[in-house]
């Protein structure tokens, strides 16, 4: 996400009080520019690496705990931290205001390294043999459409739009599904 075409949206979304017009053009950049790769047959493929909270911290912890893996820890994962939720909802925001069918947001459950390489492989798989089709440049929303409605996403981090359904993430207990053998992971 740091360093990509949607690091201007992430940083207006993460101000305290974002421009709503600036938030908007963002989005539509990012809609915009993704329609001209798709219409020019590049595919894009999106993932959004999705760990709870609780994993996030436990993961931090076991890296920081190891002298070995300890580099690996930089200042962003703890700034995220402490931020967690409000930094999820912002990702929940961008992603629903850039999703499209043509170039959708997949969101990987990551808690579990094996369960993270196999769904990355699925969802970059699955796109490579999709065949795309030229869209149209996308409208974003209409301009009267209410930017963030009371109670909307911001609210609601748990909330991730993903392919016309909502996920919600904390809900599911990736691993123990995955232990019990109940839930296909991806």
């Not at 709870?52 to 962003?76: I, M």
């Not at 094996?114 to 969802?123: D, L, Y």
């Amino acid at each position: 996400m740091f360093g990509s075409w949607y690091r201007d949206l992430f940083e207006e979304l993460a101000q305290k009080t974002p421009d709503e017009g600036r938030v908007r053009a963002l989005a539509q950049e990012v809609r915009e520019f993704e329609s001209v790769l798709t219409h020019n047959g590049v595919q894009v493929v999106k993932l959004w690496f999705h760990m709870s909270k609780k994993g996030q911290e436990e993961r931090v912890d076991a890296l920081l705990a190891n002298p070995d893996t300890s580099w690996q820890v930089n200042p962003l994962d703890l700034e995220v931290r402490k931020k967690f939720d409000r930094a999820r909802a912002i990702g929940a925001l961008a992603m629903t205001l850039t999703h499209d069918k043509y170039s959708p947001w997949v969101v990987i459950p990551s808690a579990d390294d094996n369960t993270r390489h196999i769904c990355t492989g699925q969802a970059v798989l699955s796109t490579l043999r999709r065949h795309p089709r030229p869209p149209v440049i996308p409208s974003l929303v209409a301009d009267d459409t209410p930017f963030l409605p009371e109670g909307a996403v911001l609210t609601n981090p748990d909330a991730i739009a993903n392919n016309g359904r909502v996920l919600s993430l904390d809900a599911i207990d990736y691993t123990a599904k995955l232990k019990k053998g109940t839930m296909n992971p991806c």
